[in-house]
């Protein structure tokens, strides 16, 4: 029997060096360029960048998510969890490891279905982080349910063209390519009738209506793109995997970013909560400590019970993962997509109400992370739909009882009981 929660000492002097060089010299990258991971760098940004990159190849956690053939160590996915609950703790880390959503699963995708010359104008600069990529799916009626989904692509000759809008459409604005999920087939079920488009971003016909932000941020300046494709006209082999491929493509890349997503919003929930502590155990109130009122303890135990619970699922996930695959666990990752939202809102809520009027102001994270929460209740799909998912995963596993009553109504089975132990017990049942 093998049941182990230790981590191996090689891997752990892995993480142990990730947690020092994230702490040391990348969080700092998130107080003097924030928000500017998704912007192509700089020369002076660069010379900054570039070295850190350097070191962390050197320490061969370099694109971690990927095999070896790809340049990654094919860590597999527990240990990669283990390696993102450190580097979810910055915006930047992702960037510095080579690990950034939407580029590792659309360097996925390019692996398994591109051609090799889209591989060798594309993959290898993706993989090398020099340039961006986007991942072009919802859209502005259909959101995210693929059945609704109404951009077109139609055969012309021995290209296609593609007519359509597309709604956050993320890093749309500084991507050098774009996948694009359309219509090919509308005869047969959508499931079947949709194709994946490798479309380089300045493709004629391409056009950024307008680049979306988050709440509170200035119109027109965010990164989210709603993308209007008038006639652009691509070759033949532009199909990723062939036509009616989509929805399989899809679900592979989305199946590893949702418990990739998990495994970043631990650590987003152990920053709160860490902030939350420190704060009950500096502020006294009413004569004592705030970590001394029975209401700041129960939203402490709250808080850690939560975050326990959720990273052993995501864990167990992982692990699911390695020794099946992605599929195998499609209960497990759902769960922990719907638990990304919940827990990450509920213990980031707490240390905001702890913290008074400054947890609500531009000097702490913690509204960021809120938001943060809304986020992660949609990206990837909405919460209600892996809700969906674990339910209908969860009732695979039983059936019906044929009986009038449910199968544990008691009148039955203590009839059966009485029988089964009648010549032991004789006399001594005592009737109901």
């Known amino acids: 029997m093998t049941w182990d929660f230790t981590t191996d000492p090689e891997f752990q002097a892995k993480l142990d060096w990730a947690d020092r060089f994230v702490r040391d010299d990348v969080e700092p990258l998130d107080l003097v360029l924030p928000g500017r991971r998704f912007e192509i760098p700089s020369a002076r940004v660069r010379s900054v960048i570039d070295p850190l990159?350097?070191?962390?190849?050197?320490?061969?956690?370099?694109?971690?998510?990927?095999?070896?053939?790809?340049?990654?160590?094919?860590?597999?996915?527990?240990?990669?969890?283990?390696?993102?609950e450190i580097l979810g703790r910055s915006e930047w880390a992702p960037v510095i490891?080579?690990?950034?959503?939407?580029?590792?699963?659309?360097?996925?995708?390019?692996?398994?279905?591109?051609?090799?010359?889209?591989?060798?104008?594309?993959?290898?600069?993706?993989?090398?982080?020099?340039?961006?990529?986007?991942?072009?799916?919802t859209e502005p009626h259909g959101g995210s349910d693929p059945?609704?989904?109404?951009?077109?692509?139609?055969?012309?000759?021995?290209?296609?063209?593609?007519?359509?809008?597309?709604?956050?459409?993320?890093?749309?604005?500084?991507?050098?390519?774009?996948?694009?999920?359309?219509?090919?087939?509308?005869?047969?079920?959508?499931?079947?009738?949709?194709?994946?488009?490798?479309?380089?971003?300045?493709?004629?016909?391409?056009?950024?209506?307008?680049?979306?932000?988050?709440?509170?941020?200035?119109?027109?300046?965010?990164?989210?793109?709603?993308?209007?494709?008038e006639d652009v006209r691509l070759p033949g082999d532009s199909v990723l995997g062939g036509p009616g491929q989509a929805f399989a493509i899809a679900q592979t890349r989305l199946g590893g970013g949702r418990i990739h997503h998990a495994m970043r919003t631990i650590a987003r929930c152990t920053q709160a909560m860490d902030m939350m502590c420190e704060r009950v155990l500096s502020r006294t109130t009413k004569g004592t400590l705030l970590a001394e009122k029975q209401l700041v303890q129960a939203a402490i135990a709250d808080s850690w019970i939560q975050i326990q619970q959720f990273r052993l699922l995501v864990l167990h996930t992982a692990w699911l993962i390695d020794q099946n695959s992605t599929a195998g666990a499609r209960r497990e990752v759902a769960a922990c997509k719907v638990l990304c939202e919940q827990v990450l809102h509920d213990v980031a809520w707490r240390a905001m109400h702890i913290h008074g009027a400054l947890g609500i102001t531009n000097e702490m994270p913690l509204m960021p992370m809120i938001e943060e929460a809304a986020v992660m209740g949609l990206a990837d799909g909405p919460t209600e739909v892996h809700k969906v998912t674990v339910a209908r995963q969860v009732l695979r596993d039983y059936k019906a009882n044929e009986g009038q009553f449910p199968s544990m109504w008691l009148p039955p089975r203590v009839a059966a009981a009485r029988d089964r132990y009648a010549d032991l017990l004789g006399p001594e049942i005592v009737d109901l």
């Open 53 to 84: 990159k350097q070191r962390v190849r050197e320490e061969g956690l370099w694109a971690a998510h990927l095999g070896p053939e790809l340049g990654g160590k094919g860590f597999g996915q527990l240990k990669l969890a283990l390696l993102n």
């Open 97 to 137: 490891f080579g690990t950034m959503a939407p580029d590792a699963g659309n360097a996925e995708i390019l692996a398994h279905y591109g051609t090799d010359a889209q591989k060798a104008t594309y993959l290898q600069p993706l993989l090398d982080g020099e340039i961006f990529s986007c991942f072009s799916m």
């Open 147 to 229: 059945t609704q989904f109404v951009t077109r692509g139609v055969r012309d000759g021995e290209g296609w063209v593609l007519n359509g809008e597309k709604f956050f459409s993320s890093n749309a604005k500084t991507s050098a390519f774009l996948i694009v999920m359309a219509v090919t087939d509308p005869d047969v079920p959508a499931y079947q009738g949709m194709s994946m488009f490798l479309v380089p971003t300045r493709t004629p016909g391409v056009n950024i209506l307008r680049n979306v932000g988050h709440s509170g941020t200035p119109m027109n300046s965010g990164i989210h793109g709603w993308i209007r494709y």
